[in-house]
């Protein structure tokens, strides 16, 4: 039978040197239906090696290699024999490896560059002779390595691409993971599989297929209970685990009172009627509110509702029996985020489960989606038949609406809030613009009255700002260009229909220097 480990096996591992890029390498190579697998520099062979790798990747990083302290090329990828791809930084840790010389360069490269290259390399094999790329380097190769010969320049890179073809050893300058280099996925593509003979075996189905085996190994005839969202990753998770162990699996749904407007008759339409799930329902928007009155600052707000959150679900679990699983929708960067194998990295984020429920708790955890990234949790539950609606959800903070109504939280002010989101999200529906288009749209009420008149009578009423973003990664975001009239007919529609608000602004700040959230 075959298992999630033989999926992952034969694939690329990728050595993250600290480049804020290192996890779109990953996907990109996931996207050619090959496993990839980020692991801190420093890590150890074994744990690099576990799945055997059939190349490695070098990403980059904000050192210089040629500095007393920077970080290394661990000594084992190179007796390994294996193809190696090293990218920026990458690629200077190859040219020292091999005699050659880097240098501060006299003009720094950021941002859009052209290349031309050798039409004859394997590794830009059937690619045009002149390509555009994305710089990002403040350093460049003075002396090619021992062994290697140029296969691209730039105005400003006499070696922006090399390789070793008879070792299967390249390098280049510029950043094929990013959308900014067009044709970085063919060239990724040609590495991948030309050159490090990988096989496309890692999809959506094969993966429902081994993790419903895996799941049911682990588990047995144990119960498992999960803490339900009603977002993408906690769905596809619950469904996952219920397509393989049915009524074992016992999940529960809080209602905090923070959710957007009809969620919480959607969550249980969609996984208690229609999906079959052992749903318990916990309506505590009271115990919330109560609990976060008077309390405005953002950080005491998530605070407050994440050990609330915990004491309601714990008191839902509790009246349950034989429970020893806690299922969760921990997904690949959260894995990433934690430095998991890193010797020396210091932890980003601490590893946590939904809700951020506690280890005290003493269960045994279910993490079917740990290895999977935002949009192949999406394709696999594509695959396993949950609607649109929930698939593509667009991602919502933990703490819900209290972060983006700002001040004080009341009942009548999130009332204001959940009507006026409904009504932009409503409109980018119609419009056909709610996916794809952006990626992230939602109202934010903010904690100022503005004078306006309606009818021939003066108001003084709260402000709601309309905020949508586009990106792919969410490490930085562009402010998505809506039409005006679209702009025009969800101003037009809050101010009539909801109540106490008389004026709407639409934020136009993108990522960096501003945040996707307010709060």
């Known amino acids: 039978m075959t298992t999630k480990d033989d999926l992952k096996q034969g694939g690329i591992a990728i050595i993250d040197y600290g480049s804020q890029y290192t996890q779109l390498i990953a996907r990109r190579i996931r996207e050619q239906n090959v496993y990839a697998e980020v692991f801190a520099h420093d890590a150890d062979q074994a744990w690099i090696d576990q799945h055997a790798p059939n190349a490695y990747i070098l990403s980059g990083g904000p050192n210089s290699a040629y500095e007393d302290d920077a970080p290394s090329l661990p000594p084992f990828i190179l007796k390994s024999g294996k193809p190696i791809l090293g990218i920026c930084y990458g690629m200077q840790l190859l040219t020292l490896a091999f005699e050659g010389k880097v240098a501060a360069a006299t003009h720094r490269e950021y941002g859009y560059a052209t290349i031309t290259h050798t039409p004859q390399s394997p590794l830009m094999d059937s690619l045009p002779e002149t390509l555009d790329v994305w710089m990002s380097h403040g350093d460049r190769l003075e002396q090619a390595p021992r062994g290697f010969i140029p296969l691209a320049q730039s105005d400003n890179s006499p070696f922006a691409a090399i390789g070793n073809i008879e070792k299967k050893y390249y390098a280049v300058q510029f950043h094929p993971e990013v959308q900014h280099t067009p044709l970085g996925a063919e060239l990724l593509r040609n590495f991948i599989f030309r050159i490090a003979a990988c096989e496309p075996q890692w999809s959506a189905d094969a993966f429902i297929e081994t993790s419903i085996a895996g799941i049911r190994a682990q588990v047995g005839d144990e119960k498992v209970l999960l803490a339900l969202s009603g977002g993408v990753d906690s769905a596809v998770a619950g469904t ?86 806690l299922a969760q929708g921990t997904i690949y960067p959260d894995v990433i985020e934690s430095a998991s194998g890193s010797k020396t990295a210091k932890v980003i984020k601490s590893h946590h489960n939904v809700g951020g429920l506690p280890e005290e708790l003493g269960f045994e955890l279910v993490e079917p989606l740990r290895d999977l990234f935002k949009d192949e949790v999406r394709r696999v539950g594509e695959a396993l038949g949950l609607p649109a609606h929930i698939i593509w959800r667009q991602p919502f903070p933990g703490p819900g609406l209290a972060i983006r109504c700002l ?81 025009a007919t969800v101003s037009r529609r809050i101010v009539n229909e909801v109540s106490g608000v008389n004026r709407v602004t639409y934020d136009i700040t993108s990522k960096p220097p501003g945040t996707i959230e307010w709060e």
């Open 407 to 487: 001040g004080d939280l009341t009942w009548e002010r999130l009332e204001k809030l959940r009507k006026a989101d409904a009504i932009f999200r409503d409109e980018l529906r119609k419009a056909d613009m709610l996916i794809g288009d952006t990626a992230q749209s939602f109202a934010v009420l903010l904690p100022v009255k503005a004078v306006g008149v309606m009818g021939d009578n003066r108001t003084y009423e709260e402000v709601i700002t309309l905020r949508a973003v586009q990106t792919d990664d969410f490490m930085t975001a562009d402010w998505a260009r809506l039409p005006y009239e679209l702009l």
């Open 240 to 325: 996952l685990i219920h397509r393989a162990i049915g009524d074992q699996l016992t999940s529960i749904f809080v209602n905090t009172g923070m959710l957007r407007q009809d969620e919480p008759e959607q969550v249980l339409q969609v996984f208690r009627e229609e999906q079959g799930m052992k749903l318990l329902y916990a309506n505590a928007t009271e115990q919330f509110l109560d609990e976060l009155q008077d309390v405005t600052e953002p950080e005491l707000k998530r605070k407050v509702i994440g050990g609330l959150f915990i004491d309601v679900f714990k008191a839902q679990a509790d009246q349950l029996e034989g429970i020893n699983f």
